[in-house]
């Protein structure tokens, strides 16, 4: 009886080294883990911290593609200022040359002398200058 006791005994300090030795490599899972979820925590914060950068810079961007857009469209305006007044020149230029025509017509000039004027005086070749007689 002693010796089964005995028996026993050694089983149960087996058993309580068996279950010792299986709560240490559980609490050094447990350890393991936990570095891997602050490495990920750690991770997660350095991803938020580039998430933040990205997006400031995206604003930044927004920002600056505003201000490109606006000087797009003040330089479309100021364009369309200058072709209307570059067409209000030529109308003016091409009246001018037109009441040139008349008035060397009134005072009696012919077609050939007209021509010859207005090339000397508009610098113009002769085949635009008979576009206004």
Same mark, same amino acid.
């Given at each position: 009886?002693?010796e089964e006791?005995?028996?026993?005994?050694?089983?149960?300090?087996?058993?309580i080294?068996q279950? *010792?030795k299986?709560?240490e490599q559980?609490q050094?899972?447990?350890?393991?883990?936990?570095k891997e979820?602050?490495?990920?925590?750690e991770?997660?914060e350095?991803m938020?911290k580039?998430?933040?950068r990205i997006?400031?810079?995206n604003?930044?961007?927004q920002?600056?593609?505003? *201000?490109v857009?606006?000087?797009?469209e003040?330089i479309l305006?100021e364009t369309e200022?200058? *072709?209307?007044?570059?067409h209000?020149?030529?109308?003016k230029?091409?009246?001018?040359l037109?009441?040139?025509?008349n008035?060397?017509?009134?005072?009696?000039?012919?077609d050939a002398?007209?021509?010859?004027?207005?090339?000397?005086q508009?610098?113009?070749?002769?085949?635009q200058?008979?576009?206004?007689?």
């Open positions: 009886m002693f006791m005995q028996r026993e005994s050694e089983e149960i300090k087996r058993d080294e279950i *010792q299986k709560k559980v050094k899972e447990k350890e393991r883990i936990q979820k602050e490495q990920i925590q991770e997660n350095q938020q580039e998430k933040e997006q400031k810079e604003e930044q961007m920002k600056e593609n505003e *201000q857009q606006k000087e797009k003040d305006r200022k200058m *072709q209307d007044t570059l209000r020149i030529e109308s230029y091409s009246q001018s037109k009441n040139t025509v008035i060397l017509r009134d005072i009696g000039l012919s002398e007209i021509l010859d004027k207005l090339c000397v508009y610098q113009l070749e002769e085949n200058a008979r576009n206004y007689l």
